[in-house]
């Protein structure tokens, strides 16, 4: 096996260097390393020349077709190969993780490693840091990984994202260093055969999806003489009316909370909110909505685009594109699919609801207290392992020659993938070889994105998206445990009003006369308290 030498920005450091040298948190830092003790500069393969084992939390993925989980993923099994180390995976049951996770940590047996979505934490990662649970990296990451620290000291985006307010670092996180094409991958999407039909270009303003859908409801571009076309729809499952909040941009709002340049801003009480809630009133009540959309779940969404009613909704270029596309392909040959830009405000600005700049996120590995030094040591090197360029193709792509081939800098996806032998789906038959259809410890790399559209809908609809401004939408911020508590506290109720007014106006069971006092009342809830609480969070965020 080669081994791979990294040259490093600041080539070799000492503990007190770049990622060392971060105010910590208070709580556990692990054992010390050793004072003087130098820096590495590659991952020496095989890490360990004794057997070593790693016990390892992680929820499981459904997309997983084995029984097994990760451990019959074959990018692992080719890492213990590499490596030399052994990892023994425990999975708890899926819909129990977050349970599951709250025993784990507060127990008195704790695995080497936990993979977990860290926002979904009670008090944060800082409070499991503070408890003693989990340990800060920083001093490890600079002295045994040097793969991870050469993205940070290159990138200081991912140096920003991937440091807690405090500078401290406790993951190796799932990366997308090349972050705008990853994320940019959901969008609204239309019937481009019904546009054709009614000679209608995919609408680029709030006007333009009126005179769409509008045409979609009366013209017949099914062609069954029913008129039972169903202009928007959408399925985010029962009691509420979320989906529709994609469009709040072309009002110039979010659906929550929003950046006015540095100044955070609650969307919901700005006058343009009152605007999109008009706007979504008139068309449900002019048919362009699906009634249904109060109780569609996946079923009912699938029958509805592949029977021919529906004209738009909102989805991504896997499973609202490929997805379809592939469905009635024999079913309908004019079925087609396009996305459409996110729709423009009154300025003609093009805007998302999210930002696709989001480089760290929130998943990643954390090393408990109870690792000691000898084995943490080579279990940072086995996490950077990762994000080494052989670690890196491995995890997004699989075994070369096997799941993957290679043409110059590109890579196909072989049959086994794209055809697979048993009946798999595509991301199933993924899933047994590489992290990058699911999410892992890894940077993921845009060209297993390309690999997979295999449809030219596809990338136009992910290059098209691409191009939307998302500066309205606030990055991942971290909140104090104190904050956390308090917003917690205020929006449980806040968002339940919201949503149970949204679904009123739009409905028609509530009067617009009482927007006002829709407003007011969501300020008496506490609102100002909280948007304080996202400022100042915000103020950390921009002063990391």
């Known amino acids: 096996m080669k081994k791979r030498v990294i ?56 997309k997983i077709a084995s029984g097994n989980g990760f451990s019959d993923v ?82 200081e985006e991912v140096r920003k994202q991937i440091s807690l307010d405090d500078g401290t670092i ?10 705008v094409k990853l994320n940019a991958t959901t969008g609204l999407i239309l019937r481009q055969d019904w546009l054709d039909k009614l000679s209608l270009k995919a609408p680029t303003t709030i006007d333009e999806w009126y005179t769409v859908l509008k045409a979609f409801r009366e013209q017949d571009p099914n062609g069954n003489g029913k008129k039972d076309e169903l202009p928007f729809t959408a399925n985010w499952g029962p009691g509420n009316m ?31 909110y009152k605007d999109f809630v008009t706007t979504m009133r008139k068309w449900y009540e002019e048919g362009l909505i699906d009634p249904e959309v109060m109780t569609n779940d996946g079923k009912a969404f699938d029958y509805k685009i592949t029977n021919n009613q529906a004209g738009s909704y909102y989805g991504g270029v896997f499973s609202g594109m490929a997805k379809y596309l592939n469905m009635m392909a024999e079913k309908d040959p004019n079925f087609n699919l396009v996305g459409a830009p996110w729709t423009k405000d009154k300025d003609g600005v093009s805007r998302s609801t999210f930002r696709f700049d989001t480089k760290v996120l929130t998943y990643g590995e954390a090393i408990t207290s109870s690792v000691d030094k000898d084995k943490l040591k080579a279990i940072v090197q086995w996490m950077d392992y990762n994000y080494s360029p052989e670690g890196h193709d491995l995890f997004n792509f699989g075994i070369e020659n096997e799941s993957y081939t290679r043409n110059g800098d590109s890579i196909a996806f072989t049959d086994t993938i794209l055809k697979n032998p048993n009946g798999l789906t595509y991301d199933q038959a993924l899933a047994g070889y590489a992290l990058s259809i699911m999410d892992g410890p890894m940077n ?89 609480i996202y400022q100042d969070a915000y103020d950390r965020y921009q002063a990391r």
């Open 7 to 62: 040259s490093l920005m600041l080539g070799m450091v000492l503990t007190t260097g770049l990622l060392a040298g971060c105010n910590g948190s208070n709580g556990t830092e692990g054992p010390k390393p050793e004072e003087g003790e130098q820096a590495i500069t590659e991952i020496s393969l095989p890490i360990v020349t004794e057997p070593l084992t790693i016990n390892y939390w992680r929820a499981n993925d459904g």
């Open 74 to 155: 074959k990018a692992y099994q080719e890492k213990e190969k590499r490596t030399g180390i052994k990892v023994n995976f425990t999975h708890p049951p899926l819909g129990q993780q977050k349970d599951q996770f709250n025993l784990l940590v507060t127990g008195n047996e704790l695995p080497d490693i936990i993979y977990y979505n860290w926002a979904d934490v009670s008090g944060g990662p800082e409070k499991l840091l503070a408890d003693g649970r989990i340990v800060r990296l920083n001093e490890y990451i600079d002295l045994y990984a040097p793969n991870l620290k050469k993205i940070i000291a290159e990138d």
């Open 444 to 532: 993921q790399d845009t060209r297993y994105l390309d690999a997979l559209m295999t449809f030219d809908q596809q990338k136009e609809a992910n290059k098209l998206w691409m191009e939307a401004d998302y500066s309205k939408a606030l990055p991942t911020l971290r909140k104090t445990e104190d904050e956390a508590r308090k917003e917690a506290q205020i929006m449980g109720q806040v968002n339940t009003y919201i949503d149970e007014m949204l679904t009123k106006f739009v409905l028609g069971s509530e009067p617009l006369t009482s927007y006002d006092t829709f407003v007011e009342t969501i300020k008496g809830m506490g609102i100002e308290e909280v948007t304080k």
């Open 242 to 272: 979320s989906k529709l909040l994609d469009f709040t941009p072309a009002f110039g709002v979010l659906g929550s909370f929003q950046l006015n340049g540095d100044t955070v801003e609650f969307g919901p009480i700005q006058p343009g």
């Open 170 to 179: 406790f993951m190796f996180p799932y990366l997308r260093t090349d972050a």
